[in-house]
Each structure stands twice: as C-alpha cells, then as structure tokens.
C-alpha cells in the first residue's frame, strides 16, 4: 500500500485499516510459529505497511 493511497483515506478508514492489518500480522505470527506459513515476505510488508498507516495518522495530528 502507496502512501498516496493512505493520504486520500479519511481518520476513521484508517483506523479500520490498522485495525485489520494489525489482525492479519497477529495471524501471520502465528501461522510462523506453527509452521504454517511459507511466505515469510509477507510480514515484512505487512510491518511495514502498520508504520505507513501510523505515519500518515500521526501526520494528521500535526
């Protein structure tokens, strides 16, 4: 996810955005632990997009 698609979203989507990323890395680490999971890549991204989606929140309180 761009940080100029986050830009266009209003505060509330972007709190569900989080919310839903947050679940998915949740679910991911645990597919790792069980061995369950192949695609280690995807964890990073989804890292990452959590610090676009607080970065473009915390932009906003400015």
Not at 11 to 30: G, V, Y
């Amino acid at each position: 996810m761009k940080i100029s698609e986050l830009k266009n979203k209003t505060e509330k989507d972007l709190h569900q955005l989080l919310a839903d990323k947050r679940e998915s890395a949740r679910a991911f680490r645990f597919g790792i632990s069980g061995s369950r999971t192949k695609n280690v890549k995807a964890g990073r991204d989804l890292r990452k997009d959590i610090a676009r989606i607080l970065t473009t929140l915390n932009e906003g309180d400015k």
